[in-house]
């Protein structure tokens, strides 16, 4: 098909679909460039549909990243929705990027984004729309190379068979270097495979097709070795030394249709310091680094200007630590209150919030609080080091009722390592004890619509925790928790919902697996899964049938608890903390022993000794608790 006739049919049936605006580009603030021989074509593809992706605030960093570069080319592809795709393989039309409407199996890259284990059908089913062989061994000299960062590739394995690199960590800097060696590979003639050898070298790249994996009869790995000299060993993750003064786009793409995330959400720093050990992401995006108030000032600034959203969210694992919130959410409302610009947290620990905070949110906007207490009881809560305690969560939610907020929503987990029955009944006390905090501000305080949501979340083991080991309970355990907890919630103010445990067993199962995991991944692509994080779009029999086709045992990888000297699929990954340490961890969570959090000492988890050679600007573990780890070392 030739490009114009292409582009014209893509016209033609954007007519059909339901949101044909997520599909045509040209948005606010986009992207377009001229092409040139030099120009280097990446495509950012996100494994959903639009209204998912463009609430990614990685994507629009490495968006504005790559495109400040002269001689690249960075644009956006997504997941097409279900009617989409069926005209597109009716007409026979390629997925194509929304800047240049251009088929990215032309481009020099693809990149994806897994957030996710559950997007990975949508990843095949991307490639396969775009007529480039799944599998790496299967692709030609002239395919785009494809690339996999995020979360998700801190277990690469399950897609080794699919992806020719994976960035291990932030890739600020990865990128560019990786790009500095594609010019390089472009000039010399040299092959495909020359070129993955070269991309190897670069710390925080891992190349899968260069390694071995030996089994033992039992299942489990044996060895995991390099099969050539460029590919290293033990890959280090990449981090960004200073937040202040690495790249953060100026500008952002706006919509013209409703997203997800539909206010300018802004980084105010990375890492977490309280340790749950429940979070893969406390672990492996230590160290926590902030940037600094006149930065964050100066760049929301900026950024409102440059798009005109009239809400800000204050991003990060857990807002409510920046060293600065108070002053910063003080700040941010004295400047923009005349302008009915609001500000939001979106990550706030139960012991973080204040009723400064609480006054300075609600000058603009008062919606709903969400507040998450992850177990029913103390003793759950020291098992998981989720170091808050009740009085703490009912000071906060009767703070927010005095200030006329209404609705609160509660998190937690169903299935968490030791649970019983009665962690499960805290939940329900815990949220009654919520509502009585309502009954006890005077009527002329109180929201007159109270609701607390009470919603559950099923635990799944994630690797580089103290839980990796854990086995996940089972389906027929989680339904019979969630049932259990349902009936013991009577009160008409509290609302409850749950996650499907069909859902995250196969989370568990891709979260820890190995690469024997990517027959089964195919197989079930073949048989028709696609969004398989859509309840409406989950179909677990086809899962179960492809499991049965490729023979094998998902519950050697959900519910079997790891031996300690096992080789873990992810061991040749080093994020700075230690396997030692999340050990140790493992072993307080079962006596319920506590660890304190980066603010107020150091637990020699390993990232000091990993970042030591490296400037760590506006680090707690380096301007803090360095001095409390030499004196330990001492």
């Given at each position: 098909?030739?490009?114009?006739?292409?582009?014209?049919?893509?016209?033609?049936?954007?007519?059909?679909?339901k949101?044909?605006?997520?599909?045509?580009?040209?948005?606010?603030?986009?992207?377009?460039?001229?092409?040139?021989?030099?120009?280097?074509?990446?495509?950012?593809?996100?494994?959903?549909?639009?209204?998912?992706?463009?609430?990614?605030?990685?994507?629009?960093?490495?968006?504005?990243?790559?495109?400040?570069?002269?001689?690249?080319?960075?644009?956006r592809?997504?997941?097409?929705?279900?009617?989409?795709?069926?005209?597109?393989?009716?007409k026979?039309?390629?997925?194509?990027?929304?800047?240049?409407?251009?088929?990215?199996?032309?481009?020099?890259?693809?990149?994806?984004?897994?957030?996710?284990?559950?997007?990975?059908?949508?990843?095949?089913?991307?490639?396969?729309l775009?007529?480039?062989?799944?599998?790496?061994?299967?692709?030609?000299?002239?395919?785009?190379?494809?690339?996999?960062?995020?979360?998700?590739?801190?277990?690469?394995?399950?897609?080794?068979?699919?992806?020719?690199?994976?960035?291990?960590g932030?890739?600020?800097?990865?990128?560019?270097?990786?790009?500095?060696?594609?010019?390089?590979?472009?000039?010399?003639?040299?092959?495909?495979?020359?070129?993955?050898?070269?991309?190897?070298?670069?710390?925080?790249?891992?190349?899968?097709?260069?390694?071995n994996?030996?089994?033992?009869?039992?299942?489990?790995?044996?060895?995991?070795?390099?099969?050539?000299?460029?590919?290293?060993?033990?890959?280090?993750?990449?981090?960004?030394?200073?937040?202040?003064?690495t790249?953060?786009?100026?500008?952002?793409?706006?919509?013209?249709?409703?997203?997800?995330?539909?206010?300018?959400?802004?980084?105010?720093?990375?890492?977490?310091?309280?340790?749950?050990?429940f979070?893969?992401?406390?672990?492996?995006?230590?160290?926590?680094?902030?940037?600094?108030?006149?930065?964050?000032?100066?760049?929301?600034?900026?950024?409102?200007?440059?798009?005109?959203?009239?809400?800000?969210?204050?991003?990060?694992?857990?807002?409510?630590?920046?060293?600065?919130?108070e002053?910063?959410?003080?700040?941010?409302?004295?400047?923009?209150?005349?302008?009915?610009?609001?500000?939001?947290?979106?990550?706030?620990?139960?012991?973080?919030?204040?009723?400064?905070?609480?006054?300075?949110?609600?000058?603009?906007?008062?919606?709903?609080?969400?507040?998450?207490p992850?177990?029913?009881?103390?003793?759950?809560r020291?098992?998981?080091?989720?170091?808050?305690?009740?009085?703490?969560?009912?000071?906060?939610?009767?703070?927010?009722?005095?200030?006329?907020?209404?609705?609160?929503?509660?998190?937690?987990?169903?299935?968490?390592?030791?649970?019983?029955?009665k962690?499960?009944?805290?939940?329900?006390?815990?949220?009654?004890?919520?509502?009585?905090?309502?009954?006890?501000?005077?009527?002329?305080?109180?929201?007159?619509n109270i609701?607390?949501?009470?919603?559950?979340?099923?635990?799944?083991?994630?690797?580089?925790?103290?839980?990796?080991?854990?086995?996940?309970?089972?389906?027929?355990?989680?339904?019979?928790?969630?049932?259990?907890l349902?009936?013991?919630?009577?009160?008409?103010?509290?609302?409850?919902?749950?996650?499907?445990?069909?859902?995250?067993?196969?989370?568990?199962?891709?979260?820890?697996?190995?690469?024997?995991?990517?027959?089964?991944?195919?197989?079930?692509?073949?048989?028709?899964?696609?969004?398989?994080?859509?309840?409406?779009?989950?179909?677990?029999?086809?899962?179960?049938?492809?499991?049965?086709?490729?023979?094998?045992?998902?519950?050697?990888?959900?519910?079997?608890?790891?031996?300690?000297?096992?080789?873990?699929?992810?061991?040749?990954?080093?994020?700075?903390?230690?396997?030692?340490?999340?050990?140790?961890?493992?072993?307080?969570?079962?006596?319920?022993?506590?660890?304190?959090?980066?603010?107020?000492?150091?637990?020699?988890?390993?990232?000091?000794?990993?970042?030591?050679?490296?400037?760590?600007?506006?680090?707690?573990?380096l301007?803090?608790?360095?001095?409390?780890?030499?004196?330990?070392?001492?």
């Open positions: 098909m030739k490009l114009n006739n292409f582009k014209n049919e893509v016209n033609q049936i954007l007519s059909k679909v949101k044909p605006i997520t599909y045509t580009g040209n948005e606010v603030n986009s992207i377009h460039k001229e092409l040139t021989e030099d120009t280097i074509r990446f495509a950012l593809a996100f494994p959903d549909i639009y209204e998912v992706g463009m609430s990614h605030i990685g994507t629009k960093i490495l968006y504005g990243l790559l495109n400040s570069y002269e001689d690249i080319w960075a644009e592809v997504f997941a097409p929705w279900q009617d989409m795709e069926e005209l597109m393989i009716e026979g039309i390629p997925l194509y990027a929304l800047e240049s409407m251009d088929p990215i199996k032309n481009f020099d890259f693809i990149g994806f984004s897994l957030q996710y284990e559950m997007s990975y059908t949508n990843l095949l089913n991307m490639l396969k775009s007529h480039i062989a799944l599998q790496s061994k299967d692709r030609l000299e002239s395919d785009p190379i494809i690339i996999a960062g995020g979360p998700c590739t801190y277990n690469p394995e399950p897609l080794a068979d699919f992806i020719d690199i994976f960035v291990i932030e890739s600020e800097e990865v990128l560019p270097e990786l790009m500095d060696a594609y010019r390089e590979w472009k000039k010399s003639g040299l092959s495909r495979q020359d070129f993955l050898k070269r991309a190897a070298q670069i710390e925080g790249i891992y190349v899968p097709q260069f390694y994996v030996e089994y033992n009869g039992n299942g489990t790995i044996k060895s995991f070795t390099p099969t050539v000299v460029q590919a290293k060993p033990i890959i280090k993750k990449r981090f960004i030394k200073d937040l202040n003064n790249y953060y786009p100026e500008n952002l793409i706006v919509s013209y249709t409703q997203t997800v995330h539909d206010r300018l959400s802004f980084e105010i720093f990375r890492g977490c310091p309280h340790g749950c050990r979070c893969q992401a406390g672990q492996i995006y230590k160290p926590v680094r902030e940037k600094s108030l006149n930065r964050i000032m100066d760049n929301i600034d900026l950024l409102l200007k440059n798009t005109g959203y009239e809400e800000v969210s204050l991003a990060s694992l857990s807002s409510g630590d920046y060293s600065n919130i002053t910063l959410i003080s700040n941010l409302m004295q400047k923009y209150e005349d302008k009915k610009i609001g500000v939001s947290l979106p990550s706030l620990r139960i012991d973080s919030l204040s009723i400064d905070m609480l006054k300075e949110m609600e000058k603009v906007k008062r919606s709903s609080i969400t507040l998450a992850e177990a029913g009881t103390q003793r759950l020291d098992v998981i080091n989720k170091n808050v305690k009740e009085e703490d969560l009912l000071n906060t939610v009767s703070l927010a009722f005095n200030e006329g907020w209404g609705r609160i929503k509660l998190y937690f987990m169903t299935g968490l390592p030791t649970e019983t029955d962690d499960i009944e805290g939940i329900a006390q815990i949220a009654q004890k919520v509502v009585d905090e309502y009954f006890k501000i005077p009527k002329e305080n109180r929201n007159k609701q607390v949501i009470v919603s559950t979340s099923c635990f799944v083991p994630k690797p580089f925790t103290p839980f990796q080991w854990v086995g996940q309970i089972n389906t027929e355990e989680f339904n019979r928790r969630q049932s259990y349902k009936s013991l919630i009577k009160n008409r103010r509290i609302k409850y919902n749950w996650h499907e445990s069909t859902l995250s067993y196969l989370e568990a199962v891709f979260a820890r697996g190995d690469r024997r995991l990517g027959k089964v991944l195919q197989r079930a692509f073949e048989l028709g899964c696609r969004f398989d994080s859509w309840s409406d779009c989950f179909e677990p029999e086809k899962w179960e049938q492809a499991f049965k086709d490729c023979e094998i045992n998902s519950d050697f990888y959900a519910l079997r608890q790891r031996d300690a000297s096992e080789i873990l699929p992810w061991d040749f990954i080093d994020i700075g903390v230690t396997k030692d340490f999340l050990r140790l961890e493992w072993e307080k969570a079962l006596l319920g022993i506590t660890s304190t959090n980066c603010k107020i000492g150091c637990e020699q988890c390993g990232i000091i000794e990993f970042t030591k050679d490296n400037l760590i600007k506006n680090s707690l573990c301007n803090k608790d360095l001095k409390n780890y030499d004196q330990s070392q001492n």
